[in-house]
């Protein structure tokens, strides 16, 4: 069995083992990402790479366009935090799917 490294390690590692300002590259990245937050955007891409939103928080980097039903998109498909995946769809698909003839 391998060991798994967590995202919060890594950077904990990075930053005290290696001397990487973190608090650098956040500035950074909140200098890019507050034009796409202050228009209340879910998704934004930029640069190539989509910025996902969760209110007022930067949830994460995604090279792929998260779709429409995945308003909590997560990396490597598991859960960060207590958000869950829904075992049904979202009502509007649902509806629009009921709708369809």
Excluded: C, Y
């Excluded at 190539?48 to 209110?55: M, S």
């Excluded at 779709?67 to 960060?80: A, C, G, K, P």
């Amino acid at each position: 069995m391998k060991v798994r490294i967590s995202d919060h390690a890594l950077v904990r590692w990075l930053e005290r083992g290696h001397d990487i300002d973190m608090d650098e590259f956040r500035a950074k990245l909140a200098a890019i990402a507050q034009p796409f937050f202050d228009a209340k955007l879910k998704h934004a891409e930029v640069g190539g790479l989509w910025f996902v939103f969760d209110g007022g928080t930067l949830v994460t980097v995604t090279p792929t366009k998260p779709s429409v039903s995945q308003l909590f998109r997560h990396d490597r498909d598991n859960t960060n935090g207590s958000r869950k995946f829904a075992d049904t769809p979202h009502w509007k698909a649902a509806k629009r799917k009921r709708n369809h003839k």
